[in-house]
């Protein structure tokens, strides 16, 4: 099993309930295949520079440990859920 991390932001418009709708399924696909570790919820910021014309996000950081194909999967489930706007998948094991 390999260490990774998954940041991602979701959309700022969306109501608590779908927020944590969201959240859920990405541990959701995470604990399927893996093994969830830290989930931090770093709350509203704001933005580097806009994104679909949105200034602030909702970010989330969340450690988990899988085999190698689970970040390929969920790198691609991640790019076609309508509430998450960027998102991004690190091998922390690899220096």
Known sequence: MTNYEVMFIVNSTLD???R???IDTVKGIISDNG???DVDEWG???LAYPIEKKNEGYYVVIEFQ????VPKELD???KIMDA???H?????DEK
């Open 76 to 78: 691609r489930r991640l």
């Open 66 to 69: 899988a085999e190698p194909t």
């Open 35 to 37: 093994t969830l570790g």
């Open 16 to 18: 608590d309930a779908a």
């Open 88 to 92: 991004i998948i690190v091998n922390k």
């Open 20 to 22: 944590n709708e969201a």
């Open 44 to 46: 509203m910021r704001k």
């Open 84 to 86: 998450i706007i960027r």
